[in-house]
């Protein structure tokens, strides 16, 4: 699971996506790369929990990250000046502490109701992700 962040943290580096966020990567481009993150994990090892986890301060902020079998898996933590790199298989005692008021969505089911993009795009998204994936297999 490690690996695999790496390589979408390593995919959203690299390429200007049209998604909100994404062009000042990783700076609020959480939503969208823990939906992303947390699917590929969820195609590649269907058997584990995958949690989309919404944390929100006591202003209002909010931040998205991964659970995968209570291990976190933050590729965007590093926007915050508490992180100095992404969150591959941590734990989430920092982050509840910034984002207090958790709510956990398995992940599948949070792509599904998420407006953070059209369907089709999703797919997209999720095709160039599993292509990048496969090149390094």
């Not at 979408?8 to 992303?36: M, V």
């Not at 795009?121 to 292509?131: A, D, G, S």
Request: hydrophobic fraction near 35%; charge should be negative; include cysteine.
């Amino acid at each position: 699971m490690i690996k695999i962040s790496k390589r979408i943290r390593e995919l959203f580096e690299k390429g200007s996506f049209d998604l909100p966020g994404f062009h000042s990567f990783p700076t609020n481009s959480c939503q969208g790369a823990a939906l992303f993150l947390g699917k590929a994990l969820k195609d590649r090892f269907p058997d584990d929990e995958v949690l989309y986890v919404t944390g929100e301060d006591e202003s209002g902020s909010k931040h998205f990250w991964i659970e995968v079998n209570d291990s976190v898996y933050d590729i965007t933590a590093d926007q915050f000046s508490e992180f100095q790199d992404p969150v591959y298989n941590g734990n989430n005692e920092l982050l509840a502490t910034l984002f207090p008021s958790l709510e956990k969505a398995e992940i599948n089911e949070e792509l599904t109701q998420s407006d953070v993009t059209t369907q089709m795009y999703k797919e997209t998204m999720m095709h160039i992700i599993n292509h990048y994936l496969r090149e390094d297999a």
